[in-house]
Protein backbone atom coordinates (compact mmCIF):
# COMPACT_ATOMS: atom_id res chain seq x y z
CA UNK A 1 0.00 0.00 0.00
CA UNK A 2 2.70 2.33 0.62
CA UNK A 3 3.71 1.75 -2.89
CA UNK A 4 0.70 3.47 -4.03
CA UNK A 5 0.23 6.00 -1.67
CA UNK A 6 3.96 6.91 -2.78
CA UNK A 7 3.07 7.15 -6.68
CA UNK A 8 -0.27 7.74 -7.42
CA UNK A 9 0.21 11.53 -8.05
CA UNK A 10 3.08 10.42 -10.25
CA UNK A 11 0.89 8.59 -12.20
CA UNK A 12 -1.95 10.99 -12.25
CA UNK A 13 0.74 12.98 -14.35
CA UNK A 14 1.16 10.70 -17.01
CA UNK A 15 -2.48 9.79 -16.88
CA UNK A 16 -2.81 13.62 -17.86
CA UNK A 17 -0.48 13.69 -20.45
CA UNK A 18 -2.03 10.62 -22.00
CA UNK A 19 -5.53 12.83 -21.62
CA UNK A 20 -4.37 15.54 -23.04
CA UNK A 21 -2.92 13.84 -25.98
CA UNK A 22 -6.06 12.22 -26.57
CA UNK A 23 -7.91 15.72 -26.09
CA UNK A 24 -6.19 17.74 -28.80
CA UNK A 25 -4.22 15.65 -30.71
CA UNK A 26 -5.66 12.00 -31.33
CA UNK A 27 -9.66 13.13 -31.11
CA UNK A 28 -9.11 17.45 -32.23
CA UNK A 29 -12.15 19.01 -33.54
CA UNK A 30 -13.37 15.19 -33.05
CA UNK A 31 -14.69 15.32 -29.68
CA UNK A 32 -18.08 16.20 -28.30
CA UNK A 33 -18.31 18.82 -26.15
CA UNK A 34 -19.05 17.48 -22.77
CA UNK A 35 -16.34 14.50 -23.39
CA UNK A 36 -14.02 16.84 -23.68
CA UNK A 37 -15.14 19.21 -20.71
CA UNK A 38 -15.06 16.43 -18.38
CA UNK A 39 -11.90 14.52 -19.33
CA UNK A 40 -9.76 18.24 -19.41
CA UNK A 41 -11.09 18.45 -15.68
CA UNK A 42 -9.71 14.99 -14.94
CA UNK A 43 -6.60 16.08 -16.21
CA UNK A 44 -6.01 19.25 -14.87
CA UNK A 45 -7.19 17.42 -11.48
CA UNK A 46 -4.38 15.31 -12.24
CA UNK A 47 -2.16 18.16 -12.67
CA UNK A 48 -3.24 19.94 -9.73
CA UNK A 49 -2.48 16.65 -7.68
CA UNK A 50 1.18 16.38 -8.73
CA UNK A 51 1.36 20.23 -7.57
CA UNK A 52 0.02 19.29 -4.24
CA UNK A 53 1.89 15.79 -3.64
CA UNK A 54 5.20 15.66 -6.25
CA UNK A 55 5.96 19.25 -6.60
CA UNK A 56 6.88 21.57 -5.04
CA UNK A 57 4.35 18.63 -3.20
CA UNK A 58 3.90 18.96 0.36
CA UNK A 59 0.37 19.87 0.52
CA UNK A 60 -0.06 17.12 3.25
CA UNK A 61 1.86 18.62 5.58
CA UNK A 62 0.69 22.05 4.54
CA UNK A 63 -2.84 20.98 5.75
CA UNK A 64 -1.92 19.34 8.75
CA UNK A 65 0.06 22.07 9.83
CA UNK A 66 -1.81 25.31 8.70
CA UNK A 67 -5.39 23.95 8.00
CA UNK A 68 -5.75 21.18 10.75
CA UNK A 69 -7.77 23.04 13.63
CA UNK A 70 -8.99 20.27 16.74
CA UNK A 71 -11.56 22.71 17.75
CA UNK A 72 -12.82 24.03 14.18
CA UNK A 73 -13.83 22.34 11.32
CA UNK A 74 -11.08 20.36 9.91
CA UNK A 75 -10.55 18.70 12.80
CA UNK A 76 -9.04 15.93 11.78
CA UNK A 77 -5.59 15.58 10.39
CA UNK A 78 -5.03 14.65 6.88
CA UNK A 79 -3.32 10.56 6.59
CA UNK A 80 -1.95 8.80 3.62
CA UNK A 81 -5.54 6.56 3.69
CA UNK A 82 -7.28 10.25 3.40
CA UNK A 83 -5.18 11.70 0.60
CA UNK A 84 -5.75 8.60 -1.65
CA UNK A 85 -9.39 8.87 -0.83
CA UNK A 86 -10.25 12.19 -1.22
CA UNK A 87 -7.87 12.68 -4.49
CA UNK A 88 -8.04 9.15 -6.42
CA UNK A 89 -11.68 7.21 -5.23
CA UNK A 90 -13.67 10.54 -4.78
CA UNK A 91 -12.36 13.03 -7.64
CA UNK A 92 -10.90 10.70 -10.60
CA UNK A 93 -13.47 8.42 -9.45
CA UNK A 94 -16.34 11.13 -9.55
CA UNK A 95 -14.91 12.53 -13.02
CA UNK A 96 -14.38 9.12 -14.84
CA UNK A 97 -18.20 7.91 -13.67
CA UNK A 98 -19.55 10.85 -15.09
CA UNK A 99 -17.54 10.51 -18.49
CA UNK A 100 -18.77 6.71 -18.33
CA UNK A 101 -22.17 7.30 -17.25
CA UNK A 102 -23.06 11.05 -17.29
CA UNK A 103 -21.50 12.32 -20.28
CA UNK A 104 -24.52 13.41 -22.27
CA UNK A 105 -25.91 15.44 -19.08
CA UNK A 106 -24.49 19.06 -18.91
CA UNK A 107 -25.59 19.32 -15.92
CA UNK A 108 -23.23 16.34 -14.39
CA UNK A 109 -20.62 17.59 -16.30
CA UNK A 110 -20.43 21.46 -15.10
CA UNK A 111 -21.03 20.09 -11.63
CA UNK A 112 -18.17 18.04 -11.44
CA UNK A 113 -16.28 21.05 -13.23
CA UNK A 114 -18.05 23.26 -10.18
CA UNK A 115 -16.35 20.81 -7.51
CA UNK A 116 -13.04 21.71 -9.47
CA UNK A 117 -13.67 25.53 -9.92
CA UNK A 118 -14.56 25.74 -6.26
CA UNK A 119 -11.65 23.96 -5.14
CA UNK A 120 -9.49 26.49 -7.22
CA UNK A 121 -11.30 29.97 -5.53
CA UNK A 122 -10.37 27.88 -1.89
CA UNK A 123 -6.88 27.40 -2.92
CA UNK A 124 -6.35 30.97 -4.36
CA UNK A 125 -8.38 32.61 -1.17
CA UNK A 126 -6.27 30.65 1.16
CA UNK A 127 -3.07 32.22 -0.36
CA UNK A 128 -4.61 35.78 -0.61
CA UNK A 129 -5.56 35.78 3.04
CA UNK A 130 -2.23 34.26 4.35
CA UNK A 131 0.13 35.54 2.20
CA UNK A 132 1.72 32.26 1.32
CA UNK A 133 1.83 29.74 -1.37
CA UNK A 134 -0.24 26.69 -1.14
CA UNK A 135 0.60 23.42 -2.56
CA UNK A 136 -1.94 23.18 -5.85
CA UNK A 137 -2.77 27.72 -5.71
CA UNK A 138 -1.35 27.39 -9.23
CA UNK A 139 -2.68 24.85 -10.81
CA UNK A 140 -6.11 25.87 -9.40
CA UNK A 141 -5.80 29.36 -10.61
CA UNK A 142 -4.42 29.08 -13.89
CA UNK A 143 -6.25 25.62 -14.46
CA UNK A 144 -9.37 25.03 -12.44
CA UNK A 145 -10.73 29.11 -12.58
CA UNK A 146 -10.71 29.56 -16.49
CA UNK A 147 -12.19 25.71 -16.93
CA UNK A 148 -14.95 26.68 -15.02
CA UNK A 149 -15.49 29.56 -15.97
CA UNK A 150 -15.18 28.96 -20.18
CA UNK A 151 -16.97 26.00 -20.47
CA UNK A 152 -20.07 27.37 -18.15
CA UNK A 153 -19.89 29.91 -21.06
CA UNK A 154 -19.12 27.70 -23.73
CA UNK A 155 -22.03 25.28 -22.49
CA UNK A 156 -24.42 28.31 -21.89
CA UNK A 157 -23.80 30.06 -24.99
CA UNK A 158 -24.80 26.46 -26.95
CA UNK A 159 -28.03 26.38 -25.72
CA UNK A 160 -26.91 23.24 -23.31
CA UNK A 161 -27.52 24.97 -20.16
CA UNK A 162 -30.39 27.24 -19.02
CA UNK A 163 -29.57 30.17 -15.87
CA UNK A 164 -31.99 27.65 -13.38
CA UNK A 165 -29.24 25.01 -14.18
CA UNK A 166 -26.35 27.19 -12.71
CA UNK A 167 -28.58 27.27 -9.01
CA UNK A 168 -28.61 23.30 -9.35
CA UNK A 169 -25.02 22.84 -10.12
CA UNK A 170 -24.02 24.66 -7.45
CA UNK A 171 -26.16 23.15 -4.72
CA UNK A 172 -24.81 19.64 -6.01
CA UNK A 173 -21.30 21.07 -6.75
CA UNK A 174 -21.20 22.27 -2.93
CA UNK A 175 -22.61 19.10 -1.56
CA UNK A 176 -19.81 17.42 -3.76
CA UNK A 177 -17.14 19.47 -2.02
CA UNK A 178 -18.45 18.65 1.35
CA UNK A 179 -17.27 15.08 0.61
CA UNK A 180 -13.94 16.36 1.01
CA UNK A 181 -14.04 16.79 5.03
CA UNK A 182 -16.10 14.03 5.20
CA UNK A 183 -13.51 11.45 3.61
CA UNK A 184 -10.81 13.25 5.63
CA UNK A 185 -12.86 12.62 8.30
CA UNK A 186 -13.97 8.63 7.64
CA UNK A 187 -10.36 8.19 7.05
CA UNK A 188 -8.57 9.38 10.29
CA UNK A 189 -6.20 8.03 12.15
CA UNK A 190 -8.21 5.99 15.13
CA UNK A 191 -7.80 6.86 18.60
CA UNK A 192 -6.74 4.06 20.58
Known amino acids: MNLIYRNWAKAG ?8 AYVFLIQKNNIVLLD ?3 LLNLAFLMLHQFEEYVYPGTFQDYFNTRIYNPFGFFRNKLTDKGVLWVNVIFGWGMNIFVYVFLNTNPVAVMTVIAITFINGIIHFFVTFKTRYYNPGVVTGAILFIPLGIYSYNKLFSEGLLRQIDITF ?4 AALGSLMIPITIYACREKRR
Not at 13 to 20: N, R
Not at 169 to 172: A, E, F, N, Q, V
Open 13 to 20: LFFSLFIL
Open 36 to 38: KYI
Open 169 to 172: ILLY
